[in-house]
């Protein structure tokens, strides 16, 4: 079985400073995929960032990056100069793949969420 | 290239009532999946369609089904409507079936609430 944790219900960031959003998972499949999602209060989920497990190099999108420690089985997203813009719920998911009967099939499982406010 | 749409955007039921909800993938994308969100649970799965097939299906009730046709589009049927059926549906699509790395677009969501 997969999890995430996400042990941060709500974190708060002065704008132009960064921010790490905690993410931590469980699972024992050898291959997955971390994403990470943003979810403005409109309820769209905005995809951000991506990580293979097999990946050697830490993700980076911009003005997100992904702090990935395999070993310990974490995978923190980090905000460089936040924004008012980036206040919003924000979703680690995992996804590992099932082979069955000749097919394969996947779905994201996420965390609880962290709510990030951006104060000016 | 339109994103994932839904339909409709928000709608209100009465308990022991069914509930329909459509959704668009983007275009040429043929896996189309369904998701839950509730302030308790979170985000759960429902389903995945690929192909006009279920491949996948979450832990939920018989009450909970779905389909999809032949242009990709999907829909979620919820029959007898109970109180904590009342949530944000999403509904994301891709362009393959669901590897490890397949990124998924997720469309504005259907707020269900049930009286």
Not at chain 1, 7 to 32: H, I, N, R, W
Not at chain 1, 43 to 55: H, R, V
Not at chain 1, 79 to 94: N, P, T
Not at chain 2, 60 to 68: D, E, L, T
């Amino acid at each position: 079985a997969q999890k995430i944790t996400q042990t941060q219900p709500g974190m708060f960031v002065q704008e132009k400073e960064a921010v790490t959003l905690d993410c931590t998972y469980d699972t024992s499949d050898p291959s997955y995929g971390l994403f990470w999602y943003k979810q403005p209060s409109s309820g769209e989920m905005i995809f951000l960032i991506y990580q293979g497990s097999y990946d050697q190099q830490n993700a980076t999108e911009g003005r997100y990056s992904l702090n990935f420690q395999k070993a310990r089985k974490s995978a923190n997203l980090v905000i460089s100069a936040s924004q008012l813009g980036d206040s919003a719920m924000y979703f680690c998911a995992m996804r590992a793949v099932v082979h069955a009967g000749g097919t394969s099939y996947g779905k994201l499982t996420f965390g609880q969420g962290t709510i990030l406010t951006v104060h000016p | 290239k339109a994103g994932v749409t839904q339909t409709p955007r928000y709608l209100i039921k009465t308990r022991g009532q069914q509930v329909t909800l459509s959704c668009s993938p983007i275009s040429g994308h043929r896996s189309v999946s369904w998701y839950q969100q509730t302030p308790g649970q979170g985000l759960q799965f429902l389903f995945e369609y690929f192909s006009e097939t279920q491949r996948n299906k979450g832990n939920f009730p018989g009450r909970f089904s779905g389909r999809q046709f032949s242009n990709s589009r999907s829909e979620m049927n919820v029959s007898t409507l109970e109180l904590g059926d009342s949530a944000l549906y999403l509904c994301a699509s891709s362009l393959r079936g669901l590897e490890v790395s397949t990124e998924q677009y997720f469309g504005p969501g259907t707020r269900l609430t049930v009286t």
